[in-house]
């Protein structure tokens, strides 16, 4: 264990921004903090750097208190959700920052500088000033900025949220490797699933400044820890296994367990063992979604593999789809995984 | 021990502007409270009833209002078509008109109202107007004065107005009258406000224009101060008076204040592009009212340039080489205080080395409250504790010169601290007058510089000075030039403070066209109008090159 927060807790006035949040990090990890947007998130990121007063609670690294030390000592690196650029420092100077405040000498600087570039693929463009620089573009010099001095943690605000969206899908890859090929501890704050899919080792869903679970993707989209952070990950409707014939059930599905459902869950199959009437159409680029009234179930979405749209009011036979579908956390196991 | 330390300096750095403030602004007006409602250490309002119930303050009192009111709602009406053209429209010569435009907010109070005199007086220009001394010209000088403000203020912010939604209103019907009127005027409106306030401020605390200009039948409050005290020494009635002045002034600051911080939060939403565009027909009516405006503008100061160069003996430069001599007269009057007892030249250049004195004080005193309101500190204490400080060096943000200098006047002059014939006394006045414009020319500066970038620097290993330095500083750096060509400027012009206090044998420049304007005869008023010149040139200079620094997105602050 490298980073170790306990109990932090960060007030705002009468609001408890960040409630009593205990979260680990060893090193060499990739956490991403998932949440809607107020639920915290960055307030916690903001806590463990030492720019929000805490209110209770600490913050240790390899079992030293962080308490007493100032920002710039900690030794932590900071992405911003816009980059943050000096303005008035061509590229070269704003990723060489950091490095001359460690007072790294200035041939070392100019290789680590090269290096960094080269790793966030600006290499050569140094001497640019960073008015001229993209969005995109800006933002892969703040990362090289902040990866610079080694950090020995990498705290990382929404740092693809301003760009659109096929530019943030390529910048997750590239991020994807750069983490990992640096080796480097982070913490990654975001409201995107798919980046959280993307980039985490374990991921730890927030809401309302508290910590609801804590887990590897997988474990965290199959198997919720209970309904509201089901909900936060974007399951539904939720039916307990009891209301399904054995058919219907995905295997090792048993009363009395309950299924999250998305909308992905449900698929119209000739063969399945669900029943429903079709109430209406709208495409997607995977395929048709459809509205439909599922037979002891009630209304919900299931995907149509065709581009052909099923007519309004059409008899519709479905299953469930067993890799979309979560089966909420049994009371016991409620805390699987976290910590 | 770094924690420590860093509280420290913050400590040190909170602890000389708040001793300065103390002991130079809140012990002065504590004092002139203190006189005037306290007798014998008890509450005693008699002296305020009688000083207020007197016909002469009821006068005093009134006029000062209607100066004040009838100055900004001109100021404003004539201001918005000035705006407009200036900032939202494009013409060749409009950088020209602009800087013209601003060259009367700069001159010295007392050179404002020498200028006006030189056109109204027996034998100026606008004799035949018969004005002199009256309200008409006192309003008139005031319009001269503040019309930069109300063009600069609203066009900045006119200048970065979306033109979208009131194209919006055109194509939705509205007639281009209805569509200003429903749309433009709406969202100018913060800055209006905002003008308005700060005129009403300088209209209301005018004291070397009204007092060159009012003559004897017309005074405010601020020139009633000086002649109480100077003239009558009823200490006690000029004390009620500047306790009324003190509420003035507050009453339009904390109107400033919040309509400042509704244009600030209104302004966040503007692009940052330009969108003036070329002037069209429908634009006459704005083009001949500040066409009107700027000639107006450019007749008192024409008229102070060929009244400099008018002698008895024809047109030259005699009244400039009667600079170097201490005027006529002295053998006439003979008495005290009608005669210089230093030449002009000897005047001006006390005035630079007071000016010298006086910024780096006010520099010094308000670079340290900058950086201390600007911060954000993340403990609640703190923040706490920043509130106070914030709300208790915002106070002097705009006093009046002549209650500075009654308070020193009254509590400088004795034991604990005795600096009545110390040569510090009136750089540190002019350093109190100047401290509130350095205030307002970098602390909107400061608190444009996005927190995040701090923050980016101290989590690279930065530590508090080297954030400063690296991040604060470079953005800073132009407008602290701005701010030491305001401060000295301010401090060459002065003369509220200074007319209380300046010795007779250091007199300066402004001190002394005061004294040679109310003496009589042809070669002292040709005597004045040169050296207002001179005055006039020096703040011009001095400003000029301030402003070849001022940074673009200060602009909407003065």
């Known amino acids: 264990m490298s980073l170790d927060v306990r109990e932090l807790t960060v007030t705002f006035g009468s609001t408890r921004a960040v409630d009593d949040v205990s979260v680990s990090i060893r090193s060499g990890e990739v956490v991403v903090l998932l949440g809607p947007s107020g639920c915290g998130k960055s307030t916690l990121l903001r806590a463990i750097a030492g720019l929000e007063h805490m209110d209770g609670g600490t913050v240790s690294w390899a079992g030293a208190d962080l308490g007493g030390v100032p920002v710039h000592r900690r030794g932590f690196g ?46 050569g463009r140094g001497a640019r000033p960073v008015a001229s620089l993209s969005g995109g573009e800006q933002q892969r010099v703040a990362l090289a900025r902040s990866l610079a001095p080694r950090p020995r943690l990498l705290l990382l605000d929404e740092p693809l949220s301003a760009l659109d969206r096929g530019l943030r899908d390529r910048l997750v890859v590239d991020l994807h490797d750069i983490l990992a090929s640096t080796g480097t501890t982070a913490l990654y704050v975001t409201h995107d699933q798919d980046e959280a899919f993307a980039l985490a080792d374990r991921v730890a869903v927030m809401d309302a400044g508290r910590l609801l679970q804590t887990a590897s993707p997988q474990q965290l989209w199959r198997r919720p820890r209970d309904e509201q952070v089901a909900r936060l990950l974007g399951y539904r409707w939720f039916v307990a296994a009891d209301a399904l014939s054995a058919a219907a059930r995905p295997s090792g599905v048993q009363p009395p367990d309950v299924l999250g459902l998305g909308a992905g869950s449900l698929v119209a199959d000739p063969d399945g063992p669900l029943r429903g009437r079709v109430t209406g159409h709208r495409l997607t680029r995977s395929g048709t979604n459809v509205s439909v009234i599922v037979d002891g179930l009630g209304c919900m979405q299931a995907r149509a593999g065709s581009l052909q749209p099923l007519p309004v009011g059409a008899a519709v036979r479905l299953r469930l789809e067993p890799d979309e579908v979560a089966v909420l956390g049994h009371p016991g196991d409620a805390h699987a995984g976290t910590g | 021990m770094d924690r420590h330390g860093r509280r420290l300096g913050i400590a040190l750095a909170a602890a000389l502007p708040a001793a300065f403030l103390a002991i130079f602004f809140a012990w002065p007006v504590g004092s002139i409270l203190a006189r005037g409602l306290l007798v014998d250490g008890a509450v005693d309002l008699s002296g305020v009833t009688e000083t207020l119930g ?115 209103a055109r194509a939705l019907g509205a007639s281009p009258a209805r569509a200003f009127w429903e749309v433009t005027l709406p969202a100018l409106a913060p800055a209006i406000a905002s003008a308005a306030s700060l005129v009403f401020l300088f209209c209301a605390t005018a004291f070397g224009t009204v007092l060159v200009l009012g003559g004897p039948a017309y005074g405010t409050v601020e020139t009633e101060i000086w002649v109480q005290t100077t003239q009558f020494l009823d200490l006690r009635t000029a004390a009620v008076l500047s306790t009324v002045q003190l509420v003035v002034v507050t009453a339009s600051l904390a109107l400033s204040g919040w309509s400042r911080r ?16 070329p002037v069209r027909r429908a634009d006459l009516p704005a083009v001949l009212v500040t066409a009107a405006v700027v000639v107006g503008l450019l007749t008192p100061l024409t008229s102070l340039l060929v009244g400099s160069l008018r ?48 910024t780096w004080i006010a520099m010094l005193v308000g670079v340290l409250i900058c950086l201390l309101v600007s911060r954000r500190p993340r403990r609640p204490a703190a923040r706490r504790a920043l509130g106070v400080f914030d709300a208790a060096f915002m106070l002097p943000l705009g006093v009046s010169a002549v209650t500075v200098g009654f308070g020193f006047l009254i509590t400088l002059d004795r034991p604990p601290l005795d600096l009545r014939s110390s040569v510090v006394l009136v750089p540190i006045a002019q350093a109190v ?32 000075v080297r954030v400063f330095a690296t991040v604060d500083l470079p953005v800073l750096g132009r407008s602290l030039g701005l701010a030491v060509g305001f401060a000295f400027a301010v401090s060459l012009g002065e003369f509220g403070a200074t007319s ?22 042809a070669d002292n008023l040709g005597m004045a109008l040169a050296a207002s010149v001179v005055l006039a040139t020096m703040t011009t200079i001095v400003i000029g090159l301030a402003e070849r620094l001022r940074v673009q997105s200060a602009a909407a602050e003065l």
């Open chain 1, 78 to 123: 900071l992405l911003f959700q816009d980059g943050q650029l000096f303005p008035h420092r061509d590229v070269a100077g704003n990723v060489e920052f950091g490095l001359r405040m460690a007072g790294a000498p200035r041939a070392d600087r100019r290789a680590r500088v090269d290096e960094l570039l080269e790793l966030v693929g600006l290499g």
């Open chain 2, 54 to 168: 007197s016909s002469r303050t009821r006068r005093v009192v009134g006029q000062t209002l209607a100066q004040s009111v009838a100055g900004t709602t001109l100021a404003v009406l004539l201001g918005l078509p000035g705006a407009y053209l200036l900032y939202r429209c494009n013409f060749p010569g409009r950088g020209a008109v602009r800087a013209l435009v601003t060259v009367p907010f700069v001159l010295p109070t007392v050179v404002v109202g020498v200028a006006f005199r030189s056109l109204l007086v027996d034998g100026g220009p606008l004799a035949f107007l018969d004005a002199d001394g009256t309200f008409g010209a006192v309003v008139a000088a005031l319009v001269f004065f503040n019309y930069a403000v109300v063009v600069r203020t609203v066009g900045a912010m006119w200048a970065h107005l979306d033109p979208r939604s009131e194209q919006a």
């Open chain 2, 262 to 277: 509704r244009r600030e939060t209104a302004l966040r939403v503007q692009p940052d592009t330009e969108t003036a565009r």
């Open chain 2, 311 to 358: 002698t008895p003996t024809g047109f030259g430069l005699g009244n400039f080489a009667n600079l170097s001599t201490t005027g006529s007269g002295d053998s006439a009057g003979g008495g005290l205080g009608s005669g210089l007892e230093v030449s002009v030249w000897q005047a001006a250049l006390n005035s630079l080395r007071i000016a010298v004195d006086a």
């Open chain 2, 433 to 464: 007058v100047a401290v509130p414009l350095v205030v307002r020319t970098l602390l909107p500066v400061l608190r444009s510089i996005d927190e995040r970038l701090r923050e980016a620097a101290a989590v690279l290993g930065a530590g508090p």
């Open chain 2, 500 to 521: 209380f206090l300046a010795r007779p044998d250091r007199p300066t420049l402004p001190v002394v066209i005061f004294r040679l304007i109310g003496r009589p005869g």
